[in-house]
């Protein structure tokens, strides 16, 4: 079993031989008579190609436009110069209409996101605090990584799963280097919703190629990373000692609250749908049992808390602090004591604050309301984009972006993408608006995949600047540490980025992207087996496999890890030097279909959405118009080829009710990479 399957390759026309072959063929039967071959014809049901002119038509077709290409965004409205002043004036008002439409929905967009995060808290906030209890199972590294990717995934914010280490490190319940192994699944699981994101591009195939390539850019750069520092990090320590060494040289005081930039802007709107109390979550990790019963929904917004100097009474057993602040009456015991009081004052304004709803209920209704807002934003950003981007604005925004300076300083355009992605992402404060926010820029063909890795990468670091910041901030109790993790989360990524950035040969989540690109084009359904298995199922499995152990864990994931480089290594000899394999080797022909092909999958699930569809909600009537649209075409760009010569055009269209059986045989004998 291997990671990939190959992307297919162009269907060979089934009824144009190769020209060299078609001579041949010509000369070997110029002696026979006329009636041979029209009953030759007649049998095998195919076009001679003595007899058609397809194939010298197909030979000046041009060859297939590479589709990681940018596209042209062409203007097809009127030119500048052809409008009269009412023209002119009309478009300049369009067009500041867009720009502020083209806000509006960028602005959505990012309360949709923040609601989105809150509701995955609702849905397993409380499930996320209880995996951060067991001490045993976060002392072991690859354990603390998958329950950072987890935690993170359910929470949908690094920095909240951050805040939960931070406050666990705090408290004596976790130390530092075990926390680290959490910050880096923490990394991986921040990644998650851009590829979310880029799923809602899946209606057009190019788009959905370059939109899911362009985010899961930023998915394999963050687990390369891991597979290549945490073993380094277990055996030597170094992010732990090199941030010691920095927080202690400094004498640190706890500071002001971090810039907010966006939510002050965000925080209005979002307020008014749901508020949280995020304390319950940490309370929860740190083992408070009175926070298990709690709600994360924040009723009361405005409280004053008091401490009052209080008679109290106390079990005679007590021992009092001091003889003279106790006293007894009868059979009670007195003694002074603080007393704190919390004092309601004013309730939440937000749309919950009066409901009756489990937190559980609250969650799932903000989920689909958030996922609803956040598609129809895309949406409709993406048509919005597509409308605006076009001519001389497209041309000055590809050539901003996606140019390369001269040669000496070509490499120099990398690293200031790196540093506007980082600038971006301090602004907004989060790596996941950020990257979400040019998915579909790379969707459209504005940022090429090459320009989107910088770009990214350089999010990774200023989500980690913000964080720095934010730590500064802290109080005085968990200042250290709070520093040292977000310092540690900053080296992390530093360290990836010097490993797979600086020469162009070690970009590998360039060409995985690709990869995964051009078979989520192909097979869109991988797209969410992509999702739900490295995000889910992969850090559960590892998970569970913790649970039982250490000589459980190596017993399963050693052989599965080397079995999966074993294919990789197999994968690249097969296409790169394939006489150096044994002969069985050189291709995947000896496994079953099914394992190194995923077109079985793909009838099996293409056949389920059609009966599901057929009797669930007439998906199968859309797919049957949109077959026979296809087949139209088809028809038509057929008739163009053959117009000259009818009889070949009906005989092509009698081989061709044939042609199908024809090119899934073919198609199945050429798989030749393992899934």
């Known amino acids: 079993m291997a990671p990939w399957p190959e992307v297919e390759k162009p269907e060979t026309n089934n009824y144009i031989g190769d020209s060299s072959k078609q001579n041949q063929n010509m000369a070997g039967k110029e002696g026979e ?47 500048w110069s052809e409008l009269d002043r009412k023209g002119k004036i009309i478009r300049v008002l369009y067009g500041i209409g867009k720009f502020i439409m083209l806000l509006g929905l960028l602005y959505m967009f990012v309360c949709s996101l923040d609601v989105l995060s809150s509701a995955f808290q609702l849905v397993g906030g409380k499930a996320a605090g209880d995996i951060f209890q067991d001490d045993s199972v976060l002392s072991n590294p690859v354990a603390g990584l998958v329950i950072g990717v987890l935690v993170t995934v359910m929470v949908q914010s690094s920095s909240t799963s951050s805040s939960i280490v931070v406050s666990m490190v ?18 991986i699981g921040t990644s998650v919703t851009n590829t979310i994101v880029a799923l809602m591009q899946a209606g057009d195939r190019n788009e959905f190629r ?160 958030s996922l609803l807002v956040l598609c129809s934003c895309l949406i409709m950003i993406v048509k919005l984009l597509n409308s605006v981007l076009k001519g001389q604005v497209a041309s000055v925004i590809k050539k901003t972006i996606n140019t390369d300076f001269p040669f000496p300083f070509t490499w120099l355009a990398g690293y200031l993408a790196m540093l506007a992605g980082a600038g971006m992402t301090f602004v907004v404060q989060s790596s996941s608006v950020f990257t979400s926010a040019i998915t579909p820029l790379v969707g459209i063909g504005v940022i090429s995949i090459e320009r989107s890795y910088p770009l990214t990468l350089g999010a990774n670091i200023g989500t980690t600047t913000t964080a720095i910041l934010a730590a500064l901030a802290s109080p005085g ?65 590892v998970f569970g496999l913790s649970l039982a152990g250490w000589p459980v864990l190596l017993g399963v994931c050693l052989p599965l890890s080397a079995l999966f480089i074993a294919v990789i290594v197999i994968n690249i000899m097969q296409s ?56 139209a075409k088809d028809k038509q760009l057929k008739t163009m080829e053959v117009y000259e010569n009818t009889i070949a055009m009906a005989d092509e269209e009698r081989g061709g009710r044939r042609a199908p059986s024809v090119a899934c045989v073919e198609k199945t004998g050429t798989n030749n990479t393992a899934l």
Not at 36 to 50: D, M, R, Y
Not at 69 to 77: F, I, K, M, R, S
Not at 595 to 608: A, F, G, Q, T
């Open 210 to 369: 370059r939109a899911f390539a362009g985010a899961t850019i930023h998915d394999f750069f963050n687990w390369l990373a891991v597979f290549a520092l945490l073993p380094i990090e277990v055996i030597s320590g170094y992010l732990y000692h090199l941030t010691n060494v920095i927080v202690e040289s400094f004498h640190l005081e706890s500071g002001e609250d971090a810039p907010e930039l966006l939510k002050v802007i965000t925080d209005p709107f979002t307020k008014l749908i749901i508020e949280l109390d995020k304390s319950v979550i940490n309370a929860i990790a740190t083992n408070d049992e009175s926070a298990k019963n709690k709600s994360l929904v924040k009723i009361w917004c405005v409280t004053e808390t008091n401490v009052t100097l209080q008679n109290v009474t106390i079990p005679p057993s007590e021992n009092c602090t001091s003889p003279d602040l106790c006293w007894t009456e009868g059979n009670l015991t007195w003694t002074l004591k603080n007393v704190t009081e919390t004092d309601y004052i004013s309730k939440c304004q937000h749309l919950f604050a009066n409901s009756d709803l489990p937190d559980l209920g609250i969650g799932l209704i903000l989920l689909a309301l």
């Open 33 to 79: 008579n006329h009636k041979g071959n029209v009953a030759s014809l007649g049998n095998k049901g195919e076009i001679q190609p003595a007899f058609s002119t397809i194939a010298l038509i197909d030979e000046t077709r041009p060859e297939e436009e590479d589709p990681w290409a940018l596209p042209e965004l062409q203007d097809t409205g009127v030119k």
């Open 576 to 631: 790169k030097r394939p006489h150096s394999l044994p002969e069985k080797l050189q291709n995947w022909d000896f496994l079953p279909i099914w394992l190194h092909s995923l077109e079985p999958w793909d009838n099996i699930i293409m056949s389920s959405l059609a009966f599901c569809g057929k009797h669930c909600c007439g998906f199968c009537k859309c797919c049957k118009v949109n077959a026979e649209q296809e087949g």
């Open 170 to 187: 705090s408290s004596t319940l976790l130390t530092v280097r075990s926390a680290i192994p959490i910050i880096m699944g923490a990394n």
């Open 477 to 541: 109790s968990t200042l250290k540490y709070s520093l040292q993790i977000a310092l540690c989360h900053f080296f992390f990524n530093i360290s990836g980025i010097l490993l797979f950035y600086p020469l162009p040969f070690t970009r590998l989540p360039i060409r995985m992207s690709k990869t995964l690109g051009n078979i989520t084009a192909k097979y869109r359904w991988f797209a969410i087996f992509y999702l739900l298995v490295c995000f889910f199922l992969l850090p559960l499995f």
